[in-house]
């Protein structure tokens, strides 16, 4: 018998079924049969809310970027080292708790059409803008320093799926290697914060 959900419900089912099996398996290899058999509805009926596969890859990309961005939304009331410290923690916080969520946007841009790719580099974009915008407040924002930032997220990225892959060191330790490491790029010593 199936449950009957609404709308939004039934949408996120199948966002997060989708996110869990194209986690674990390059895009060819997921069938939107298999989707449609788990979440216990009819293949037309994930094609009415996702017109192509595509569509559905693109909608999970797309979500699990937007729940990132919000979660790790920065709080203006801390000093700019605690809000670069605390965003940090909340985007490993968010890798641990939802790993197929976090490789599906960090492992789909390279290899992924013009759209999936555009849906990462807005969500880059938006982290980059942001620790910006935290370091423009400690010293003059350069080409240079806008450099180091894309360097630094691409850096943060690789190593947290190495750590998803084999977590060898706690959260903590990675979490003050990343820190360590963006302090660096931008030039900014934390302890004179």
């Known amino acids: 018998m199936r449950t009957r959900l609404t709308t ?5 089912q199948l966002l997060t079924i989708g996110a869990g099996l194209f986690a674990g398996r390059p895009y060819d290899e997921v069938w939107i049969e298999e989707v449609a058999e788990i979440a216990g509805v009819s293949r037309g009926l994930l094609y009415h809310y996702f017109p192509t596969k595509k569509d559905f890859f693109a909608a999970i990309v797309r979500e699990q970027r937007d729940q990132l961005l ?19 923690e909340v985007y490993l916080e968010f890798a641990r708790t939802h790993p197929d969520g976090y490789r599906i946007v960090h492992r789909s841009a390279g290899d ?22 935290a370091v423009s407040l400690l010293r003059p924002v ?8 894309r360097g630094w997220l691409s850096f943060v990225a690789t ?21 360590r490491t963006l302090f660096a790029a931008v030039d900014v010593n934390p302890e004179t914060i």
């Open 8 to 12: 939004e419900q039934r949408r996120e």
């Open 70 to 88: 919000k979660m790790s939304e920065p709080d203006p009331a801390l000093p700019v080292a605690e809000q670069l410290r605390a965003g940090l």
């Open 112 to 133: 992924a059409d013009r759209e999936i790719r555009e849906i990462c580099e807005a969500g880059m974009a938006a982290n980059a803008e942001r620790i910006l915008s």
């Open 142 to 149: 350069t080409p240079t320093t806008r450099l180091a930032v």
């Open 159 to 179: 190593l947290i799926l190495d750590w998803l892959d084999e977590p060898k060191i706690s959260t903590e330790e990675l979490r003050d290697l990343c820190a």
